[in-house]
């Protein structure tokens, strides 16, 4: 998803590694395109930009030999207009005297296209960034060159979410503004810098401004003021201390961003649970009003995060004897919105904490008066900032665009409340690294050979059962990212239902299995092996289940309810082996993003 970053500094000179090194800390919200521009001391602005790699792109265009006073670098994937040189961002006003770049989407933009062309301003693109560029050149050109004000009133004009940053060559400063969109401004010396997250800031500085919505940051290399976008008042906060890590996101020995964080999953649920136990945090989140028994408690989020909901809810009903309701964001708002209130409780699920899907469901809940539980990796996130009370999954960065190591710690954080829900010891909880570490080793090579056997197919299915059902969801929608193959993920009682039809000679069907199901496992593998299906089972040694199926794939026997975790990894490993040998690279899957911030 687009990111944006700008930089005012003190003295003239030369902004393109920074700049660059921005751009390469944002990479992994995804982005079909890259552009750079910096206004020099006397106010001539150079812009490059283009579709394609940022090293690439960098190398060809020569971004590191940009020199300026302030620069902005974007990151863009396409939602508005195809990915081409014109629609990269950042863009120019009509003159060229207005320099800017966003993050979102303008939903309106195709009318303000129209409205601009009519208006004999010159633009250049389709896209909505430009939309933003030229919104703020009409009031500016009409107002006598007053940046805020023009500001202001383009607000009214641009409908949607997004956060900019712009600036005009004589002007020297920097102008932001956040609806919607993630964006943090970071306070150094003869610096400051605006970006859509925290690592392209941390390197530069770790005295950190939020920004909130509706809020216009005015940055100059002495500091950042804000002001409200709708009365134009200044608004005074202090700059908070960012105390924690700032890790370089490099590959160390892997030859994927993917598998290294796949490996690092023991360490990062240790650090969970090391965080867990002791958080203040947790009690707060436990005693918001209620998670009460009377009420179910909703768990909301997209894509793999609704996974750890689905699998959330099997754990808070099993282990707690509580009623949690999994729901995608937009469920949750077409579903629950028109009722939920005060006294209701949603946990809200997102990496990135940025998951427009998810933000939109928040938004509601607050509105109607319902608590605002969330659980992100990223902190200084919307999420947080929208959050009555939060939980960081202190996963570190995650690179690669398919979700591995924040899945795991989800997983781990619902286990981990339900287990204090239901009163049990969380020290049971210390075996996960370990049998985790463990996990990776068994299963990797037969992982590898279960890739090479699918390899020749083109669509298959991953079945659960029960607590294994959110991870065949997972594990089909990994190999559905990175490998391009069609898998679908269902409870496997449903198999039988419709879907068994697509069973024929060698149909690959792989079978999720946790201790105590493999009774009704065999029976469904037997389905499938009747019809000429090849059945791969992923479980615990169980020579039974093993006397029923073609290939198995054996994970350390461990307790029931760390079963669906201990699983996930191998299903991360098939994907990931199975990618590799198609020539995919895993990290960056077409047409993906790792972070939505659009409908
Ligand atoms: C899949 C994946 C996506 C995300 C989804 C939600 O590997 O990463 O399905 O899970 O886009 O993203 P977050 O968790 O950032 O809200």
Same mark, same amino acid.
Request: with cysteine; glycine share 14%.
């Given at each position: 998803m687009c990111g944006i970053f700008g930089v005012i500094t003190r003295e003239e000179q030369t902004l393109g590694p920074t700049l660059v090194e921005a751009a390469r800390r944002l990479a992994y919200r995804g982005y079909d395109s890259v552009g750079c521009a910096t206004v020099a001391a006397d106010g001539s602005i150079d812009l490059r930009k283009d579709v394609g790699r940022i090293a690439e792109v960098s190398d060809r265009l020569g971004f590191p030999e940009m020199r300026g006073l302030r620069g902005i670098t974007q990151l863009r994937w396409a939602t508005f207009g195809a990915p081409s040189q014109p629609n990269a961002q950042p863009h120019l006003d009509s003159d060229g005297d207005l320099v800017g770049a966003h993050n979102g989407n303008v939903v309106n933009n195709v009318q303000l296209r129209e409205l601009f062309i009519r208006e004999g301003l010159t633009v250049r693109?389709?896209?909505?960034g430009e939309s933003c560029v030229h919104a703020v050149e009409r009031h500016y050109d009409r107002n006598g060159g007053d940046m805020l004000a023009a500001i202001r009133a383009a607000y009214h004009d641009l409908e949607g979410d997004y956060a900019f940053v712009i600036t005009q060559r004589g002007d020297h400063r920097l102008y932001a503004i956040k609806k919607g969109s993630g964006l943090v401004a970071g306070l150094g010396e003869g610096m400051t810098c605006v970006s859509s997250d925290l690592p392209s800031i941390l390197p530069l500085t770790r005295r950190i401004l939020p920004i909130r919505d509706g809020e216009i940051a005015v940055l100059s290399p002495e500091g950042v003021e804000l002001y409200d976008v709708r009365d134009g008042r200044r608004i005074e906060r202090e700059a908070e201390w960012y105390d924690g890590p700032i890790e370089a996101a490099e590959k160390g020995g892997y030859p994927h961003f993917m598998l290294k964080e796949i490996h690092e999953q023991p360490a990062v649920v240790g650090e969970l649970l090391h965080l867990l136990n002791g958080s203040s945090h947790v009690e707060r989140f436990l005693q918001a009003p209620p998670l009460p028994r009377e009420r179910p408690v909703y768990l909301v989020g997209c894509g793999t995060s609704y996974h750890a909901c689905l699998l959330g809810a099997y754990y808070f009903g099993q282990l707690a004897g509580r009623l949690a309701v999994p729901l995608l964001g937009p469920q949750f708002n077409e579903q629950c919105g028109c009722w939920v209130g005060p006294g209701d409780v949603a946990v809200f699920v997102s990496q990135s904490g940025e998951t427009k899907d998810v933000l939109n469901a928040v938004k509601v809940m607050r509105e109607r008066g319902g608590q605002v539980l969330g659980v992100f990796n990223v902190l200084g996130s919307t999420l947080m900032h929208e959050s009555d009370s939060y939980l960081p999954l %202190?996963?570190?960065?995650?690179?690669?665009?398919?979700?591995?190591k924040t899945f795991v710690n989800q997983a781990v954080l619902f286990l981990y409340l339900a287990y204090r829900l239901a009163g049990r010891?969380?020290?049971?909880?210390?075996t996960l690294p370990g049998l985790l570490a463990e996990t990776l080793v068994a299963t990797d090579a037969a992982a590898r050979q279960v890739a090479e056997y699918l390899l020749g197919w083109e669509a298959l299915h991953y079945l659960g059962y029960g607590l294994t059902h959110p991870i065949a969801l997972e594990g089909a929608l990994k190999l559905k990212e990175i490998t391009y193959a069609h898998c679908e993920g269902m409870?496997?009682?449903?198999?039988?239902?419709?879907?068994?039809? %697509?069973?024929?000679?060698?149909y690959p069907v792989l079978f999720l299995t946790a201790p105590g199901d493999e009774a009704m496992m065999i029976s469904h593998v037997n389905e499938v092996k009747t019809r000429g299906g090849h059945a791969i089972a992923i479980a615990a040694e169980h020579p039974a289940l093993r006397a029923n199926v073609d290939d198995y794939v054996v994970v350390p026997a461990a307790e029931r309810a760390l079963m669906p975790i201990l699983l996930t990894l191998p299903a991360q490993l098939v994907a990931y082996h199975m990618s590799v040998q198609r020539g995919i690279d895993p990290d960056f899957p077409r047409n993906l993003s790792k972070t939505l911030t659009v409908d």
């Open positions: 693109g389709t896209n909505d %202190a996963c570190g960065y995650e690179i690669s665009v398919p979700a591995t010891d969380v020290a049971g909880l210390d409870f496997s009682s449903e198999f039988k239902h419709g879907p068994l039809s %697509a069973v024929h000679d060698g």
